[in-house]
């Protein structure tokens, strides 16, 4: 049952193979058995699922039933959930249960899906290995002493190990791509804009995108289709209509123009992995498509420039935790100030303050222009990359990650060395474009991840390019072997 | 050495909206604490702000009210710091692209002229909510009800010259603010507060001196008072060889005086940038325009017009227009009164505007109405009562006794205007009075005014006065 895909599973539900209810404990089972090692949920909500699930089991049965009824999900604990504990990895939130679902979470809800639980992730989707959590690392499905990525690890994980159909994820510089590429599931972050960032914690809110975590590109189509759309209550969502992603999944790939950028084939990434992206590549001229070597110049500017925008926006958008109307308090404050700086102080991990101490500097009066108005500055660079290369090719290819998955506490201590493993997926954010990543093959059992960089707006033709490679390939259905 | 003062205001007018500028929460004064604050303005994780577009609507009416430059396109950006009441630990407001660009105001001062000062910018921001540090044994309270409430911050060039100026470009601007319905101007209430900026230099200099804010003063006689505390303060410091020091300074209303908040190396990091939930905010021509024709008569318009149309004087036309309603009740009085321009110009700015004053009642909601006034002033202008006696059946008018000729018909206050009776009265007086008509005879002429009072204590006020002197000359002098 769990190898099959949404896909699979709503049909299974709308001939009474199995319902809705057997369906989620099953997941629900398999969640017990096996998350004690890989410690991809947080927050479990068995009984809300069993009621959602007979909830949709008679919608099912009035024929109310829309493509997902009934289908399990996971929700990143970073998305806010009416009444569950939604803690964005963080002591900080240990106690905050919203009054409210997020957008995402209301159109998930709204289309009779079955909310597993939420799941882990790097403390407030600050990471790239899901080990700055507060309720500590997620394992790699694939192999439990390697990070499963992050932010969106537990996600990752959970849909890897197939401990939920399918799961949301949030992408600020890769956080949705990365975790997929080490998992080895289908991840896309959709156009900036296009899902609502209502209700979702802010990390940096003019790169964050919540997108989906799938095992194949169909699956993700299914869940986007749900997801996607305007929000009033989001200013920077797209008032563009969605089309039905499914519909264009089959088409031909002849003719298809690809764009090898140079500067991700170059120094730092992993020889095992440049090859399985070239063999990828290959199978993509098979179906048809013309690749080509394309430029994207700016690239080695894309880190420094994101490490200067996303701090500075997490300082501020940090600063309303303050141990005052919500979330963590210290004990005993003396006054205003040590209420301010303990329960900051106790509730913040290190690499969150670090980044709002980054932030905080580049903003401050003397700095702002040379730190915060240049990389604003930059960050048009890299768009315009981008935007020359859409002249010539129809979408982007390159390695997801410089690497396969690492080892638990290999990079945590090095922070820049960490940073640099989103080297490729980071400009796609300051770009606020769409991208993928799909499962093409292993180095050293681990999964190596293929990125796919659309134009804005451009999903449908992702999950077109995705699913064609899917159709001929079976990277995407490999399985990993559990302990329970 | 002669000092003059440079004082610059930065007014906050709380924008009359229903609901607030980033959050569909309503804007009531006076709720309970904390129960008209959503999700938005708690500043709860992951919820974003969505702009109000009444605010923009009413910040667009201010400019061109004021003939600014609009920005085409103004960016909201974060003013960060720490405070209890600021729930998300950063105020939305604008900082170098504001939606009001340059413009200006003509202000009257008290010796008849006119002077233009230069209003720099006004943006659009959020207000925040309230501490209370009373009843919460050793705690503070916090009332969210007010945050996310909108202001447009109006800024002035520092054109202003004395405390009385600054209190008149307030005044105007207040004034400005209600015709154009954008803001209730209470300033009890706190929808209409200033700062001051406030220096000194030697008359003459063209540099400015070192400038003191003064912070958050919500009425016209503390503004007048704090600048002038202030003018005298620092002329004093300068005078005695000292220095002003860049500081930020609170006015206490009980001692009469400025005191020191924080001084300008304890001035905090705003670290302002521009606010990434909010896309630039951009005003296209055929709104401005739609807003443009929505505007009403403005002040300055309305003032020329009662000047050329019922001949009055820049003084009474800039009183009466001081206010909206004012204006509109002045014309109400006229047009019941068949014409009289200028007594119901005297009447309203007079007695009307004293018993206002005296019972501290609004227009809306007085005794006496334009008709029962317009009444009035017609029995005046057709001689069937005088300006004296005019005064009493006004006074039972406000009482609530009726109209005019009500009033005048039960009391009998109906003028004699009849020749005859008025001479009877005057012969009686004057075989009253011998001596004094001797003594005026004999050229004491001022005694002209005692016989009048004589023949009025004897009619009870009702003689026509005109006649009456005429009548009174003619015999006298016969």
Same mark, same amino acid.
């Given at each position: 049952m769990h190898d099959k895909t949404i896909t699979e599973l709503a049909a299974g539900l709308r001939t009474k193979e199995f319902s809705s209810v057997e369906l989620t404990r099953y997941y629900l089972d398999r969640i017990t058995r096996y998350d004690k090692q890989?410690?991809?949920?947080?927050?479990?909500?068995?009984?809300?699922?069993?009621?959602?699930?007979?909830?949709?089991?008679?919608?099912?049965?009035?024929?109310?039933?829309?493509?997902?009824? +009934?289908?399990?999900?996971?929700?990143?604990?970073?998305?806010?959930?009416?009444?569950?504990?939604?803690?964005?990895?963080?002591? !900080?939130?240990?106690?905050?249960?919203? =009054?409210?679902?997020?957008?995402?979470?209301?159109?998930?809800?709204?289309?009779?899906?079955?909310?597993?639980?939420?799941?882990?992730m790097d403390e407030f989707a600050m990471g790239s290995s899901n080990e700055t959590s507060y309720y500590g690392s997620v394992h790699n499905p694939w192999d439990p002493d390697a990070v499963p990525g992050g932010s969106s690890g537990?996600?990752?994980?959970?849909?890897?190990?197939?401990?939920? =159909?399918?799961?949301?994820?949030?992408?600020? +510089?890769?956080?949705?791509?990365?975790?997929?590429?080490?998992?080895?599931?289908?991840?896309?972050? =959709?156009?900036?804009g296009r899902v609502s960032r209502y209700g979702m914690?802010?990390?940096a809110s003019s790169l964050d995108q919540g997108g989906v975590m799938a095992r194949t590109a169909e699956d993700a189509s299914l869940l986007l289709n749900i997801i996607a759309g305007f929000d009033e209550r989001d200013s920077t969502s797209a008032e563009q209509p969605v089309p039905d992603y499914r519909t264009t999944l089959e088409e031909s790939l002849a003719g298809l123009k690809i764009g090898l950028p140079k500067e991700y084939f170059a120094e730092g990434l992993d020889a095992g992995v440049a090859r399985v992206i070239d063999s990828a590549v290959d199978e993509y001229r098979k179906l048809g498509a013309q690749v080509k070597e394309i430029s994207l110049p700016n690239t080695s500017l894309a880190v420094p420039t994101y490490y200067v925008i996303a701090p500075a926006e997490c300082s501020s958008n940090l600063s309303?935790?303050?141990?005052?109307?919500?979330?963590?308090?210290?004990?005993?404050?003396?006054?205003?100030?040590?209420?301010?700086?303990?329960?900051?102080?106790?509730?913040?991990?290190?690499?969150?303050?670090?980044?709002?101490?980054?932030?905080?500097?580049?903003?401050?009066?003397?700095?702002?222009?040379?730190?915060?108005?240049?990389?604003?500055?930059?960050?048009?660079?890299?768009?315009?990359?981008?935007?020359?290369?859409?002249?010539?090719?129809?979408?982007? !290819? +390159?390695?997801?990650?410089?690497?396969?998955?690492?080892?638990?506490?290999?990079?945590?201590?090095?922070?820049?060395?960490?940073?640099?493993?989103?080297?490729?997926?980071?400009?796609?954010?300051?770009?606020?474009?769409?991208?993928?990543?799909?499962?093409?093959?292993?180095?050293?059992?681990?999964?190596? +991840?293929?990125?796919?960089?659309?134009?804005?707006?451009?999903?449908?033709?992702?999950?077109?390019?995705a699913h064609r490679f899917q159709q001929v390939t079976d990277w995407h259905a490999r399985t990993p072997q559990l302990k329970g | 050495m002669e000092w003059e003062a440079v004082i610059g205001l930065e007014i906050h007018a709380q924008l009359a909206t229903k609901s607030k500028i980033f959050s569909g929460a309503a804007t009531a004064y006076g709720a309970e604490p904390n129960t008209q604050a959503c999700a938005v303005d708690l500043g709860l994780p992951g919820v974003l702000p969505v702009l109000n577009r009444e605010v923009v609507r009413m910040a667009c009416a201010f400019g061109l009210a004021v003939d600014a430059e609009i920005g085409r396109r103004s960016v909201f950006a974060r003013k960060n710091y720490f405070y209890p009441d600021l729930p998300k630990g950063y105020q939305i407001s604008q900082y170098e692209l504001p939606i009001v660009g340059k413009g200006k105001l003509l202000i009257e001062l008290e010796d008849g002229t006119a002077k233009t000062i230069g209003v720099t910018r006004a943006h659009l921001e959020e207000d925040a909510g309230k501490s209370l540090h009373e009843?919460?044994?050793?705690?503070?309270?916090?009332?969210?009800?007010?945050?996310?409430?909108?202001?447009?911050?109006?800024? &002035?060039?520092?054109?202003?010259? &004395?405390?009385?100026? #600054? @209190?008149?470009?307030?005044?105007?601007?207040?004034?400005?603010?209600?015709?154009?319905?954008?803001?209730d101007g209470n300033m009890q209430e706190g929808s209409?507060?200033?700062?001051?900026?406030?220096?000194?230099?030697?008359?003459?200099?063209? /540099?400015?001196?070192?400038?003191?804010?003064?912070?958050?003063?919500? &009425?016209?006689?503390?503004?007048?008072?704090?600048?002038?505390?202030e003018i005298e303060r620092q002329t004093r410091l300068l005078e005695g060889g000292g220095t002003v020091v860049q500081e930020t300074r609170l006015y206490d209303s009980a001692k009469g005086e400025t005191r020191s908040m924080r001084s300008k190396e304890e001035a905090m990091d705003y670290?302002?940038?521009?606010?990434?939930?909010?896309?630039?905010?951009?005003?296209?021509?055929?709104?401005?325009?739609?807003?443009?024709?929505?505007?009403?008569?403005?002040?300055?318009?309305? /003032?020329?017009?009662?000047?050329?149309?019922?001949?009055?004087? @820049?003084?009474?036309?800039?009183?009466?227009?001081?206010?909206?309603?004012? #204006?509109?009740?002045?014309?109400? @009085?006229? /047009?019941?009164?068949?014409?009289?321009? /200028?007594?119901?110009?005297?009447?309203?700015?007079?007695?009307? #505007?004293?018993?206002?004053?005296?019972?501290?009642?609004?227009?809306?909601?007085?005794?006496?109405?334009?008709?029962?006034?317009?009444?009035?002033?017609?029995?005046?202008?057709?001689?069937?009562?005088?300006?004296?006696?005019?005064?009493?059946?006004?006074?039972?008018m406000w009482e609530g006794e009726g109209d005019a000729d009500t009033i005048i018909e039960k009391k009998g206050l109906k003028q004699i205007t009849d020749i005859g009776a008025i001479e009877q009265v005057i012969d009686e007086v004057l075989a009253a009075n011998p001596e004094q008509l001797g003594q005026y005879r004999a050229g004491k002429e001022k005694l002209l005014g005692f016989f009048v009072g004589q023949v009025m204590k004897v009619t009870r006020g009702k003689a026509n006065p005109t006649q009456l002197n005429k009548l009174l000359k003619k015999k006298l002098n016969s």
């Open positions: 890989l410690n991809s949920y947080v927050t479990v909500c068995a009984d809300q699922a069993l009621q959602q699930a007979q909830a949709a089991d008679q919608a099912i049965a009035a024929g109310d039933a829309v493509s997902l009824t +009934g289908i399990p999900l996971a929700q990143k604990d970073i998305f806010c959930t009416d009444g569950v504990k939604t803690s964005c990895g963080s002591r !900080m939130l240990d106690n905050f249960i919203a =009054p409210y679902d997020a957008g995402v979470v209301a159109r998930c809800n709204g289309a009779g899906m079955v909310m597993l639980g939420k799941t882990n537990g996600s990752a994980a959970a849909v890897a190990a197939r401990l939920a =159909p399918v799961a949301t994820g949030t992408d600020t +510089g890769g956080s949705i791509r990365q975790p997929a590429s080490l998992c080895g599931i289908t991840g896309l972050k =959709p156009t900036y914690i802010a990390f309303r935790f303050d141990g005052v109307r919500f979330g963590y308090r210290c004990d005993n404050p003396v006054d205003l100030e040590d209420l301010y700086k303990r329960s900051r102080g106790e509730g913040f991990g290190a690499e969150v303050k670090r980044r709002i101490m980054i932030g905080t500097y580049a903003l401050s009066a003397g700095y702002y222009d040379a730190y915060y108005l240049k990389a604003q500055r930059l960050r048009h660079l890299i768009s315009d990359d981008f935007a020359k290369a859409f002249e010539e090719v129809d979408v982007i !290819m +390159g390695p997801t990650s410089p690497t396969v998955a690492f080892n638990l506490g290999e990079k945590s201590s090095d922070p820049v060395s960490m940073y640099l493993s989103d080297i490729y997926t980071i400009a796609v954010n300051l770009a606020g474009l769409p991208g993928m990543s799909i499962p093409v093959g292993f180095v050293d059992q681990r999964p190596v +991840g293929l990125q796919i960089i659309g134009n804005y707006f451009g999903e449908a033709r992702l999950l077109n390019v | 009843d919460f044994h050793g705690m503070t309270g916090i009332d969210l009800n007010r945050a996310g409430t909108p202001l447009l911050e109006i800024v &002035s060039e520092p054109e202003l010259r &004395s405390a009385k100026e #600054a @209190v008149a470009y307030m005044k105007k601007i207040r004034s400005l603010v209600r015709y154009l319905e954008i803001c209409f507060r200033c700062d001051a900026n406030v220096s000194v230099r030697p008359k003459g200099e063209e /540099k400015l001196g070192t400038r003191a804010e003064i912070k958050n003063i919500n &009425s016209f006689r503390f503004v007048e008072r704090a600048i002038n505390f670290r302002y940038f521009p606010d990434p939930d909010l896309l630039p905010l951009h005003v296209d021509d055929a709104w401005l325009e739609a807003i443009r024709t929505t505007l009403p008569e403005l002040p300055d318009a309305k /003032k020329e017009r009662f000047m050329f149309e019922y001949g009055l004087t @820049v003084y009474d036309a800039a009183v009466l227009t001081s206010s909206r309603e004012l #204006a509109d009740f002045y014309e109400a @009085v006229e /047009k019941s009164s068949g014409g009289e321009t /200028k007594l119901a110009a005297n009447w309203v700015t007079g007695d009307f #505007a004293a018993a206002l004053n005296k019972d501290n009642l609004e227009i809306g909601a007085c005794p006496v109405n334009a008709a029962m006034l317009g009444g009035l002033i017609q029995r005046i202008a057709d001689n069937t009562i005088s300006g004296k006696i005019a005064k009493q059946v006004f006074e039972a």
